[in-house]
């Protein structure tokens, strides 16, 4: 990791905790950043800012990395500008404000990272697909989405969370499906794939 101010990083995380937004686990982050590193990943498009906790996590592994993040949210995605301004980051990490449904680009990156809305997971993979450079990857969070995936669906009372658990895993048959890509599943923070573009 490059040098970076703890205490900030610190705030962040509080911040997220006591306005209840999802940020990654440190386990997560822990695996994110490892592999950031292992596979000499220097650009990166993330779909799901939140308040830029990941992405700045991302960012500092190494000075020559690169990412463009978006956010749909106008608090978040002003919170997360503040947040990266103030650890010095503003000249590597790029922040849109835009739904990602309806966003195209045409620029190449080694790494797609998808965590915002569970419920267009397949949309954004097929969507952003066309981003990747050779050999690239696309790594998804949250599918063991807080243990309910595992659960019986019948034992989950909310009709909304079933739905979305219904889509989660059918994202995740549609990873395991996928012969353009090799997919490895991990069980780690809330459950993360990386898919490899073969």
Known sequence: MVGYDYTEIQRIKKYALENKIPIMQDEGIQFLTTFIIKNQIRTILEI??????????????HPDIKVVSVER??????????????????????????????LKLDDKFDLVFLDAAKSQNTHFFKSF????????????DNLGFHGYVKKDEALI???????????IKD???????????????YEVGDGISVSKLL
């Open 48 to 61: 799901g800012t939140a308040i830029g906790y990941s992405a700045i996590m991302m960012a500092l592994v």
């Open 73 to 102: 949210d106008e608090k978040r995605y002003l919170e997360a500008l503040k947040n990266i301004k103030k650890l010095n980051l503003d000249h590597r990490i790029t922040l849109i404000f835009k739904d990602a449904t309806e």
């Open 129 to 140: 697909t066309q981003n990747l450079n050779n050999n690239g990857y696309i790594i998804t």
């Open 157 to 167: 009372e909310s009709k909304n969370i079933r739905a979305l658990v219904r889509k």
């Open 171 to 185: 994202y995740i048959q549609f990873l395991k499906e996928n012969t353009s890509f090799e997919t490895q599943f």
